[in-house]
């Protein structure tokens, strides 16, 4: 589950992912993750509940502002998410109130990835020229998942207090 960006802020982080990893990488839209990981019983199950608490859960304002990095647990630049923080926070744990489980080896920590595993110096360049970076949108809808094929796939955008959107 991520929360995905406004389509001019995606494209303008696009471009600077793209810049910091090279053409040869293949660069996922920007957005916050909530949950990665894998569904402990059916896909059916899991997108029921993740359904249910979308539907019972109010849109809110982000913000992203400024740098921050997870080295030396992580090699990561990340931008980090100030209004809102709670928000993900609370939704990252009701979510795994079900049949989620979360995959990765640290905290949750909500955040944008802006670099990761890239040589020291173009991790610095990130970390730097995104300083002042300064973003708000409205969050009013969740990206549901699914690894399909050897990549992810959005099987739905689950509208915030709502229904979903496929």
Known sequence: MIISLPASLTADLAHKRAEYAGPEMPVV???????????????AAA???????????????LSLRGTGTFEPLSAVVF???EMGAEDCAELHTKL??????????????????????????TMAKAKAE???FEADFEVVSIGL?????????????LILGGTSRT
Do not use: C, M
């Open 79 to 81: 931008l980090n998410v």
């Open 96 to 121: 795994l109130q079900g049949p989620l489980e979360h995959l990765l080896e640290f905290e949750f920590h909500p955040h944008l990835t802006i670099a990761h595993d890239l040589p020291e110096a």
């Open 145 to 157: 998942y699914n690894f399909i094929e050897g990549s992810w796939a959005l099987r739905e955008e």
């Open 47 to 61: 997108a029921e509940h993740v359904r249910r608490i979308a539907a019972d859960f109010a849109p809110f304002h």
């Open 130 to 132: 995104l300083a002042g």
């Open 29 to 43: 839209p920007a957005h916050v993750t909530l949950v990665s990981g894998r569904t402990k019983e059916s896909w």
